[in-house]
DNA sequence: TAGACAGCGCATGGTC
DNA sequence: GACCATGCGC
DNA sequence: GTCTA
């Protein structure tokens, strides 16, 4: 082993590399090099024999590398008087954990040196080797060795019961990923070639530059090698220092080269196609997995539904092609809309109160629309007004959600919220916008979005800048990557990626797997299971399996169970990312500790794989405001609204009797289904509340606040100011012959708002 | 021009 | 262990 | 980013 091994080996996080790498790769705070290391140190070494002067400039890969290893490295490259340098675009040599040539790439890109690769003619060993190295990283035709490492993981889980709360250990993660290591490193020593021993065998120094040239005295020994072209870039592995070291003399690096390419120019414009490669990336990650899947489910083809998010994408991107070209007409001539839109603003609101509003008004734009009463009004709640799936302005609502989206990976709350608020506003208007001033009558939209439906409308592809970020930035593709981990939010995202340096699941799963709280362990191993969308009659065979086992739990009173489809399902979504249900009835005791059971119950039956929260007192917060009445005989008559979000997988498939002969496993795509139980007394609001969308429900809260003074949660309303409950379902909830969505009305009259059905809550 | 922007429970990690 | 702040999902 | 006190 090497000289000074760092960290303790046995550490949970060393996966896959302790043993074959000299430089712990565990955790990588990724500082850039940007002071050199310390000539001297105390760590640092015993003089080596090296002799790396005449290598050309240096620069080390920190990717995967702590600033202890890092410092190590450099240190051991300073005592060898190698030139190290910090600048990638002075450096001739990298060196670093990287293992295939995609991954080198993207380590120099993401530092601002864009390469493309150099193929050389004799590529007999050293080929090999690289794609040796980058088997099973590089996509091809072999599965992505990360799905190889998750689905190991499942297998295990497959026997693991909801109740488990044990954290999913690393060491699980290890052994799994140790199966797939050794294919990922360079050669063994006994493949090395014999060192030439020095240095100048492979490079020389010309003169003040540090240019490479092929060595006089050796032009054989690292054949077309070394270096013909002197503008070669090459990335090599760790490998080769730690084998240098460990062998007292400077190995050839030709075995060592991940990857070796030139210098290019950084592209201008991002290629228009980029849109497609995030989902590129996942398909990389899963593509047999997928494969499997929709072999599974053949309903979901059948359906023809989107089967991704891709495909939506693709269909909207359809979409945002025709816009522009329709609206063009009405734009041959465009003023500076931007400068005068804050004055005339008032002036078109007492204007859109009139019904000469659809008269022209302005010679520069013509007429528009007469504005729904709405937008007339003003009214700024989402809850107050209808917003049905289909909008004529999906296209424009659709960039608007990128750049939401790229809101949310840059952690701006505020941005997000504000972009929500005109989403669900352009998401309700009727018509297909016209003109700018159309887009400045609507609430929540002033002069950027304004502006950004000008360049929408102006373009040829019906885009916008920053909406197209959100796939052509490279920091934004990754950190999209890791925010759809489920239990990932905004700001683990950009620690995993920003931080740790993190570039695909596969880091976190080889880097960072100890790093991960639980939930987000699942996340990682049903990542792409959880992007399949799931289709209504899944959803409905679900909640049947739901319903059954609620009355199974419930024997005193099984046909009192009722039980409410909510979500994406209830808006009348094709297709749902989780299916979303409310579990009640109307005797109270019935629903106290009732997901619990339920919970069992499915677990028992094999349908709960994981349990990822449970919600168990709802609002015992609740308690000390709320009036001691509805006890009914049972205890407290607290309001809980209990809920559990949990993974699901039907554990019935055909061959599953011989299965335990072939140690077959469950074939069924795992989903996500969140159960919720709420009491009689209050499932109006639940249902209100958990049928979404999300502006639409933060609107109900915001109205109820504003309008009524009042604080409202899906398991109850009060009254700001008294703290007592505010009882719109009446006592014990609605009456016989009333259901859930009957109480569902209720709260709306109470809240003095028009019944919205729940396909007309599609904000967004 | 500054402050608000939904509001909850659970998990996690830090502090005392 | 109690308490608190933060992150997360809904 | 938008609205409002």
């Known amino acids: 082993m090497a000289p000074r091994t760092l960290r303790d080996p046995s550490s949970s996080h060393t996966i896959g590399f302790s043993s074959s790498t000299l430089f712990d790769p565990t955790s990588s705070p990724q500082q850039p090099p940007s002071s050199p290391p310390a000539a ?217 080269v991940v990857y070796e390419c030139r210098a290019i120019e950084k592209p201008t414009a991002p290629q228009r196609q980029q849109t497609l490669i995030p989902r590129q990336q996942i398909q990389k990650v899963i593509p047999a997995r997928k494969a499997q899947i929709a072999a599974q489910h053949p309903q979901s083809q059948r359906q023809q539904q989107p089967s991704s998010s891709q495909q939506i994408l693709d269909r909207a991107r359809a979409d945002a092609g025709e816009g522009p070209r329709v609206n063009q007409r009405y734009h041959p001539r465009r003023t500076g809309l931007a400068l005068d839109v804050k004055k005339p603003r008032s002036q078109l609101l007492q204007q859109t109160t009139t019904p000469e509003d659809a008269s022209p008004t302005n010679a520069d734009s013509g007429p528009l629309p007469p504005p729904p009463d709405w937008v007339a009004q003003h ?164 909640v049947q399996v739901v319903r059954e086992h609620a009355r199974r739990v419930c024997p005193v009173d099984p046909d009192g169970i009722e039980i409410l489809i909510v979500g994406g399902y209830r808006r009348g979504a094709e297709t749902s990312g989780d299916v979303d249900v409310i579990v009640s009835h109307r005797k109270l005791d019935a629903t106290m500790n009732l997901v619990e059971d339920i919970v069992a119950a499915l677990e028992q039956s094999g349908y709960i794989t994981h349990t990822l929260t449970l919600s168990l007192q709802g609002t015992s917060r609740g308690q000390a405001t709320l009036p001691f009445r509805s006890s009914n005989g049972a205890g407290l008559g607290f309001d809980t609204l209990d809920k559990a979000l949990v993974v699901w997988q039907d554990p019935e498939w055909p061959g599953k009797a011989s299965a335990a002969e072939t140690n077959a496993k469950n074939p069924n795509i795992h989903r996500r289904v969140d159960i919720i139980v709420s009491p009689w007394r209050t499932v109006g609001c639940a249902a209100l509340g958990w049928s979404g969308g999300t502006t639409f429900q933060r609107d109900v809260r915001r109205y109820a606040q504003a309008v009524k003074g009042w604080k409202f949660d899906s398991s109850g309303i009060r009254d700001r100011r008294t703290g007592k409950v505010v009882d719109l379902e009446g006592p014990d909830g609605v009456g016989r012959g009333e259901g859930i969505v009957d109480a569902e009305k209720k709260v709306f009259e109470g809240l003095g708002l028009v019944y919205r059905e729940p396909w007309e809550r599609c904000t967004g």
């Not at 004799?122 to 998750?150: A, L």
């Not at 362990?521 to 209504?536: L, M, N």
């Open 379 to 542: 009214v700024k709640y989402a809850c107050e007004r209808s917003t049905p799936a289909d909008t004529p302005n999906a296209a424009f609502v659709e960039q608007l959600k990128r750049i939401r989206l790229a809101r949310e990976l840059r952690d701006d709350d505020i941005g997000v919220r504000a972009y929500s608020t005109s989403i669900a506003a352009v998401a309700a208007y009727p018509h297909e916008i016209r003109a700018a001033r159309e887009v400045l009558r609507l609430p929540g939209c002033s002069e950027k979005i304004a502006t950004l439906w000008r360049e929408f409308s102006g373009s040829e592809d019906g885009t916008v800048a920053e909406a197209r970020e959100v796939d052509d930035d490279e920091t934004l593709r990754t950190l999209r990557l890791f925010y759809n981990i489920w239990g990932v939010g905004a700001k683990a995202a950009r620690h995993f990626s920003l931080d740790k340096g993190w570039k695909d699941l596969d880091d976190a799963v080889e880097f960072g797997w100890g790093q991960l709280s639980r939930v987000q362990q699942i996340g990682v191993k049903f990542y792409d299971e959880f992007a399949e969308r799931i289709p209504r009659s899944e959803t409905e065979h679900i």
């Open 40 to 256: 001297t140190s105390t760590t640092s070494a015993t003089p080596n024999s090296l002799d790396l002067h005449c290598l050309p400039p240096i620069f080390v890969i920190p990717a995967h590398l702590d600033s202890d290893a890092q410092d190590e490295v450099e240190e051991e490259l300073a005592a060898s008087h190698a030139p190290l340098t910090y600048s990638v675009h002075e450096a001739r040599l990298f060196v670093g954990l990287v293992r295939s040539k995609k991954r080198a790439a993207l380590e120099l890109r993401t530092r601002g040196l864009w390469t493309e690769e150099v193929v050389r003619e004799d590529k007999s060993v050293q080929e090999e080797v690289k794609e040796k190295v980058s088997r099973g990283r590089e996509g091809g035709s072999e599965p992505p060795r990360k799905r190889v490492k998750v689905d190991g993981g499942v297998a295990k889980e497959d026997v693991e019961t909801a109740s488990e709360t044990e954290v999913e250990t690393a060491s699980e993660a290890s052994e799994t990923e140790s199966e797939s290591a050794p294919s990922d490193h360079v050669p063994a020593e006994s493949t090395i070639e014999p060192s030439k021993g020095n240095a100048e065998a492979q490079y020389a120094v010309d003169g003040s530059s540090v240019q490479l040239q092929p060595h006089p005295k050796s032009p054989a020994e690292d054949p077309p090698g070394a270096l013909q072209f002197q503008d070669h870039l090459r990335v090599i592995s760790l490998d080769w220092l730690r084998d240098s070291l460990k062998a007292g003399r400077v190995m050839s690096v030709g075995k060592y």
